[in-house]
C-alpha cells in the first residue's frame, strides 16, 4: 500500500491525460471531482513536459560529448536513447552516424595541443576501423564514404589531399549544426499519452521477444538435425573402420603363415574406406599392384580458391614511373595488398610469378626510370609505399630470390635506410627487408664490405629512441652478419664499442632481443682480439669496484661467464653452466677464489653456432 501512494499522484496524473486525449470529457471532469473531494494531489509535471525535459537534457549530453570528444559518452547514450529502428534503415542517420565516427576518429589530431597521446588516438583509430568492418561496411559502395575507408591505414590523415576537408575550420561546426537537428526532430515531443506510450512498448518488447525465442527454437532444431546426421554418418564410419581393421588384422596373420593377399582383396578394402563419391574413379585410377599408391590417390578435400584476375603489367609501369605522386601511392598500396591479402599457396604463388615474370620492379632493367627509383621519390608516401612493397617481396623467398639478381637494388636500399634520418615507417620497412636479404650469403658479403655493421652500432647506440620494430630488425641483422668470419672481423675494428653497445642492449627492457644479442655476443666473442678486449673491459670494472667507484663491488663478471650466459640463454643448451654469483671482498680488496664451471668450448660452439645457423 506504501508504494501505491508515494506514486499515486503520477498515476493520477497519467489516468487524466490519457482521458483528455481520449476526449472522455464528463469522465475527466467527474475524475477530477472525485480526486478534489478525496484530497487526492494530481501531479502537474506528468505528460508530455516530463518527456521534454528529460529529452532535452539528454540532447544537451550528446551535444557537449560531441564538442568535448568524449567517443565513448557519446555512442553510449547515442544507442540508448535512438531507436534501433531509425539507427539501421534511416539513411540519414546512417550518414550521419559514419561522419560522427570520423569526427571522433580525428579529433585528437584537430584539438590537441601539441603532438596527441599516441596510445588514445590509436584506440581511436581501432575503434573506428571496428566500425568500418562492422555496421559501416553497409556505406562502402557509397561514393561520397568510400575514401574514408582508407583513413585508419594513412600515417598523417592531416596532410593527407583526400581528407583535406575533415581538417577545415567549418567541417566541424556543420556537422554539429546536422546534429543539433536531428536531435531535434528525434526528441520532439509528442502528443501521445504516456500511458498509451507505455502499453505500446511492453507491448512490442514482449512481442520481440517472443519473436527472439522463436527463432533461436528454430535455430537449435536446426544446429540438433545437423549434428545428428554428423554423429550419425562418424558412428557408421567408425563401425566400417573396425569392419575393415579386422580384416586387416586378419590378412596379417593369414600372410604370416604364407597366405597371399590379392590385389583384387586391397582393391575391395579401398573402396569400403573411401566416400561413395570416390569409389568409380578410385577403383579404376590406382594399381594395388604397385606399393604406396593407395596412399597417393586417397581423396583430399581441398579448398577451391580463385585465381585473380591478371593485370596490365606495362601501364602499370608506366603510370608507376610517370604518374602522380597520388597515383603512384595508391598503385603500390594495391599491389602490396594484391600480393599480401591473397591466399597462401597458389593464389599467392600466382600473383608472385606474375610480379617476377612481368619484373615488376624493374629489376632485370638498363633503363634510367625505373620503378625502383620510387625509393628515393621526394614524396615521403611513395617512398613509404615503395618500401613497403619491396618488404613484402623479401618475405617470400622467390622474392628474394627475384630481389637478389640485381645487387642495384641492394645498394638503394642501403642509401635509402641512411638517407633516412628519422625512425620512421620507411626506414623499418627497408630494415626488414634487409634483415630477410641477410639470409642469403651473397648479400651478407655485400652488407659487410659496405660496413652496414658500423651503421647499425650507430643506431643502436641509443636504443631508446627506436621503435620496436626498428630495435629487433637491427639487432637480428648485425646478428646474421655477425655469424660470418668477415663481420667478426669487422667488429673486430671497433670491438670496444661493439661490446658496449651489445652488453647494455642484454639489460634492455624489449626481450625480444635477447636471443640475437647472445648470439651476435657469442659468435664475436670467438675472435682473439674481441675477448682480449672484453678482458680489459672485465678488468676495468674490476678495479672500479675496488676503488669503490661504482657498482661492480658486488659482483665479479669474467669473459667466460658472458660466454656461459649466451650460452645459457639460448633454448637449445641444456647443461649446467656458470651463473654469476655475489662474492664478498676480503681485506685489502681481494676477491676469493670462485669455483666455477665452464663447458668445454669446442664443443658447444659447433653446437651453438649451427643452431644460430637455424634461427
Not at 615488376?360 to 625502383?372: F, K
Amino acid at each position: 500500500m506504501g508504494d501505491v501512494l508515494a506514486h499515486e499522484s503520477e498515476l493520477l496524473g497519467l489516468v487524466k491525460e490519457y482521458l483528455d486525449f481520449a476526449e472522455f470529457e464528463d469522465t475527466l471532469k467527474t475524475f477530477s471531482k472525485e480526486c478534489k473531494l478525496k484530497g487526492k494531489p494530481l501531479s502537474k509535471t506528468a505528460g508530455g513536459s516530463l518527456r521534454d525535459s528529460k529529452s532535452l537534457i539528454i540532447q544537451k549530453d550528446l551535444v557537449a560529448a560531441f564538442d568535448n570528444g568524449d567517443q565513448k559518452v557519446f555512442f553510449d547514450l547515442w544507442e540508448e536513447h535512438v531507436p534501433s529502428s531509425i539507427r539501421d534503415r534511416d539513411s540519414l542517420a546512417q550518414k550521419l552516424e559514419f561522419y560522427l565516427h570520423i569526427h571522433f576518429a580525428i579529433y585528437l589530431l584537430k584539438y590537441s595541443v601539441g603532438r596527441p597521446d599516441k596510445e588514445d588516438l590509436g584506440e581511436r583509430i581501432f575503434y573506428f576501423k571496428t566500425y568500418l568492418e562492422t555496421k559501416g561496411a553497409a556505406l562502402s559502395q557509397t561514393t561520397e564514404f568510400l575514401p574514408f575507408y582508407a583513413l585508419p591505414f594513412v600515417p598523417n590523415p592531416m596532410v593527407h589531399p583526400s581528407f583535406k576537408e575533415l581538417f577545415q575550420d567549418s567541417w566541424t561546426p556543420e556537422l554539429k549544426l546536422k546534429l543539433e537537428k536531428f536531435l531535434a526532430l528525434i526528441f520532439k515531443a509528442s502528443n501521445t499519452p504516456k500511458l498509451l506510450t507505455l502499453y505500446k512498448e511492453n507491448g512490442q518488447s514482449n512481442k520481440e521477444m517472443s519473436q527472439q525465442l522463436r527463432q533461436q527454437l528454430v535455430e537449435a532444431e536446426r544446429r540438433s538435425m545437423t549434428y545428428l546426421k554428423r554423429y550419425n554418418k562418424i558412428q557408421a564410419d567408425y563401425h566400417n573402420l573396425i569392419g575393415v581393421t579386422a580384416e586387416l588384422v586378419d590378412s596379417l596373420e593369414a600372410t604370416v603363415s604364407g597366405k597371399m593377399i590379392t590385389p583384387e582383396y586391397l582393391q575391395s578394402v579401398c573402396v569400403r574406406l573411401f566416400s561413395d563419391q570416390m569409389r568409380q574413379s578410385l577403383a579404376h585410377s590406382v594399381d594395388f599392384t604397385r606399393p604406396g599408391t593407395v596412399s597417393l590417390r586417397a581423396p583430399r578435400k581441398l579448398k577451391d580458391v580463385p585465381l585473380l584476375p591478371s593485370l596490365d603489367y606495362e601501364k602499370l609501369k608506366k603510370d608507376l614511373i610517370s604518374g602522380s605522386d597520388r597515383l603512384k601511392a595508391f598503385l603500390l598500396q594495391a599491389l602490396r595488398w594484391r600480393l599480401t591479402t591473397s591466399h597462401p599457396g597458389e593464389q599467392r604463388e600466382t600473383v608472385l610469378e606474375a610480379y617476377i615474370g612481368n619484373d615488376l620492379l624493374d629489376c632485370h632493367s638498363h633503363s634510367q626510370r625505373r620503378v625502383l627509383q620510387l625509393l628515393h621519390s621526394k614524396s615521403e608516401v611513395v617512398r613509404q609505399y615503395m618500401a613497403r612493397l619491396i618488404n613484402a617481396f623479401a618475405s617470400l623467398a622467390e622474392g628474394r630470390l627475384y630481389l637478389a639478381q640485381n645487387t642495384k637494388v641492394l645498394r638503394m636500399l642501403e642509401e635509402r635506410l641512411k638517407e633516412e634520418d628519422e625512425d620512421i615507417v620507411t626506414r623499418e620497412n627497408v630494415l626488414g627487408a634487409l634483415q630477410k636479404f641477410s639470409l642469403r650469403r651473397p648479400l651478407q658479403t655485400a652488407m659487410i664490405r659496405d660496413g652496414l655493421i658500423f651503421w647499425l652500432i650507430d643506431i643502436l647506440k641509443d636504443p631508446d629512441c627506436l621503435s620496436d620494430y626498428t630495435l629487433e630488425y637491427s639487432v637480428a641483422l648485425l646478428m646474421n652478419l655477425c655469424l660470418r668470419s668477415a663481420g667478426k672481423n669487422m667488429c673486430a675494428k671497433i670491438a670496444g664499442l661493439v661490446l658496449k653497445v651489445l652488453s647494455d642492449l642484454l639489460g634492455h627492457e624489449n626481450h625480444e632481443i635477447q636471443p640475437y644479442v647472445n648470439g651476435a655476443l657469442y659468435s664475436i666473442l670467438s675472435i682473439p682480439s674481441i675477448r682480449e678486449e672484453a678482458r680489459a673491459m672485465v678488468r676495468k670494472w674490476e678495479g672500479t669496484a675496488v676503488r669503490g667507484q661504482g657498482p661492480g663491488g658486488e659482483e665479479r663478471l669474467t669473459v667466460e661467464g658472458c660466454e656461459s650466459m649466451t650460452l645459457r640463454d639460448h633454448p637449445g643448451h641444456r647443461e649446467k653452466m656458470w651463473r654469476k654469483r655475489t662474492v664478498p671482498q676480503r681485506p685489502g680488496g681481494r676477491y676469493p677464489e670462485v669455483s666455477h664451471y665452464v663447458s668445454p668450448r669446442r664443443r658447444d660452439e659447433r653446437r651453438i653456432r649451427t643452431l644460430f645457423l637455424q634461427l
